[in-house]
């Protein structure tokens, strides 16, 4: 038997998109740069010389124009993704993507939806400063209507961008520059990721870690490392923060008692706040110990490298925390 | 120019199908048995219709907070309109819309909404898919001159222009933002030149002229049809009654600031009135035939709104039902 075939996060994303064109003709990718690896890498190659200008969309920096035109066509039957290449210069799009596009099914009492793809690349790091950094997976997880997902690896990136063009509402698909090199297996057919559904990355007794994207690698490092000093962690990688697997969170909370939520946006009102309160309020009766978060300060993104050094968490705060948390010290 | 007598008959039904419909929420509302915010379109009629009636069915239509005009004209259900605005669930929104979110998606009423520049970019987007499918249809964003102040007009503007996208900018110019005069929010300019440096045409109308909406709502529809490009329409009309309810009245301070001669004078142009003179100067019809077109016309009315008033609630259970589709 051949080894399964091996890809990057970004082509996986890319493979994703050409599957989804070729299936259907009302998918279309529209944003700024969508014709440029300066913006979205190769996450979108090829796909302007196969299915041409109508359907592959650069457009002028007009953030909420573009998103809203793309929640227009969702409403008129396309299955629109609009991609972000800096998820910062989303809060131009928020109206059409909070206003508009998740309230659209309720407030028309069911008879319209919005089949549509709101992409959004985290590009922190780089001494690219606090408007060029952010994570605003928790902003839109708190919104009624909107679905996020988060994907961790290349297989995921593949599946949950084809579940997300699929999904009859609007999902937004919160992906991260520095997973772009991740490679891992992807079978080649095209297959959807379960939207709502998390996965055990590794059994441990000790204690949970529940991450999300890019801060499931430092928790399965972080994994390693406590192994070696006896700490069995198990890891779960959420792949979908909105709605939220609570059943898998749970059923490891039973098992270790304690829990870790580490996440890569800020600390008030965020996604570890929201699977701490879940802990608490259905996971009571498990817990040896206090719910800890590694999240970011609630602080905005610095551009020294220096001060970004302390403000990204890595593997080794979130081993502080799960060696507390089971020791004592 | 002038239209088939049928035609310009349906454009009086349809008007009065909207005016008496907004008189007839007038009474319901000041009772507190309508409590959703009703921006009524009483005065406006002409717009609505004589656009809708240069469209077809296919053709769509996105609306504002004021949509209850739009909606009928497009050729929304009465019945289930009058239901929405009681926020029954016999509603078109199923009572979680209200009066501000009215919807057809089977006639081509795509939506409506109260973030008054909000359906510009959605109307852009239909527009889009339009241009994507190559099917020939059109987009009409019904937005106020409120709505002007926002700057997502300016970049559905560019965007529509750029890629040629078959959209009707249709601004119903009623001269106040809420309580805002129109001098007190831009410069004295007209409203349709903000599309002439993007390359987008347009022209200012006497929207209480409907015979003249009618007009360029064609000029504007054959445009779009045959590949030209974004139009941008102005109607300079009034609304007869407040900016929300039928007098404006905020817990009981009345606050429609505007001149009571100037709403006299506007009445004196009421578009129903002047389509009437028109028709019976015309010869078109009899006044006893108009008279028999308005009882027929309140009494559907009056249907409706018995079989809204009559119709039950959504059920508490089901409050959460449409979060997802």
């Known amino acids: ?329 | 120019m002038t239209y088939p007598k049928e035609k310009i008959l349906f454009f009086y039904r349809q008007m009065l199908r909207i005016r008496l419909c907004e008189e007839a929420f007038v009474d319901p509302i000041l009772k507190g048995e309508i409590r959703t915010p009703c921006h009524l379109y009483s005065g406006q009629e002409a717009v609505a219709v004589g656009v809708c009636a240069a469209l077809d069915e296919r053709d769509y239509v996105f609306g504002n907070h004021r949509s209850h005009g739009h909606y009928l004209a497009k050729g929304g259900d009465m019945k289930a309109m009058a239901a929405e605005i009681f926020c029954r669930k016999a509603g078109c929104a199923r009572g979680r819309g209200g009066s501000m979110h009215l919807i057809a998606p089977e006639a081509g009423m795509l939506g409506a909404a109260p973030i008054v520049a909000g359906t510009v970019s959605l109307a852009l987007g239909a527009a889009l898919a339009a241009a994507i499918r190559k099917d020939g249809r059109v987009a009409v964003s019904f937005f106020g001159d409120g709505a002007v102040g926002e700057g997502v007009v300016y970049e559905c503007l560019n965007f529509a222009a750029l890629k040629r996208l078959p959209l009707i900018f249709a601004c119903e110019n009623n001269l106040y933002a809420t309580h805002m005069p129109i001098r007190e929010c831009r410069v004295e300019r007209d409203i349709w030149e903000i599309g002439v440096p993007f390359g987008i045409p347009g022209e200012k109308i006497d929207g209480n002229d409907v015979m003249a909406v009618h007009a360029a709502a064609l000029r504007a529809v054959e445009r779009c049809r045959s590949g030209g490009g974004p139009y941008f329409l102005e109607f300079l009309t009034y609304r007869l009654r407040g900016h929300v309810g039928p007098d404006d009245n905020i817990q009981g301070t009345h606050t429609d600031i505007r001149p009571p001669e100037e709403i006299v004078a506007w009445r004196g142009r009421d578009p129903i009135d002047r389509l009437a003179d028109y028709i019976v100067a015309g010869g078109i019809a009899t006044p006893a035939a108009l008279k028999e077109i308005r009882e027929e016309v309140r009494q559907e009315v009056a249907a409706a709104l018995e079989f809204a008033a009559q119709s039950p609630p959504p059920p508490q259970e089901e409050v959460n039902l449409y979060v997802f589709a």
């Open chain 1, 1 to 329: 038997m051949s080894s399964p075939r091996v890809m990057t996060y970004s082509l996986a994303i890319n493979e994703a998109l050409h599957q989804a064109m070729e299936a259907d003709p009302t998918v279309f990718l529209i944003g700024q740069g969508v014709k440029s690896p300066w913006y979205v890498g190769n996450t979108a190659q090829g796909l302007l010389d196969r299915f041409g200008p109508a359907r592959v969309i650069d457009t002028p920096v007009s953030e909420n124009a573009v998103t809203g035109a793309a929640v227009g066509a969702a409403v008129a039957g396309m299955r629109p993704i609009v991609v972000h290449p800096r998820m910062d210069f989303m809060f131009y799009a928020f109206d059409p993507i909070v206003n508009e596009a998740a309230n659209w099914h309720y407030m028309s009492g069911g008879c319209s939806s919005v089949p549509v793809v709101f992409w959004g690349i985290i590009n922190r790091g780089g001494e690219q400063a606090a408007q060029h950094s952010q994570a605003l997976h928790g902003m839109f997880a708190h919104v009624p209507g909107l679905k996020v997902v988060m994907p961790a690896t290349p297989y995921d990136a593949k599946g949950l961008m084809l579940a997300a063009i699929r999904d009859p509402n609007p999902v937004v698909f919160v992906d991260d520059r520095w997973l772009y090199g991740q490679e891992g297996p992807v079978p080649e057919e095209p297959y959807e990721v379960e939207i709502g559904r998390g996965r055990l990355v590794r059994g441990g007794k000790d204690v949970t870690l529940v991450a999300s994207s890019r801060m499931v690698h430092e928790a399965e490092r972080a994994a390693l490392l406590l192994e070696g000093e006896g700490i069995g962690a198990e890891v779960i990688d959420l792949r979908t923060i909105k709605p939220l697997d609570i059943d898998l969170i749970l059923s490891s909370l039973d098992k270790t008692g304690r829990l870790v939520v580490v996440d890569g946006g800020w600390r008030t009102c965020g996604l570890a706040a929201e699977v701490a309160a879940l802990a608490a309020e259905r996971g009571f009766g498990s817990l040896k110990a206090p719910v800890v978060r590694v999240t970011l300060p609630d602080c905005p993104a610095p551009a020294s490298a220096a001060l970004e050094k302390v403000y990204y968490r890595t593997a080794a705060d979130i081993c502080r925390a799960a060696r507390k948390l089971v020791t004592g010290s």
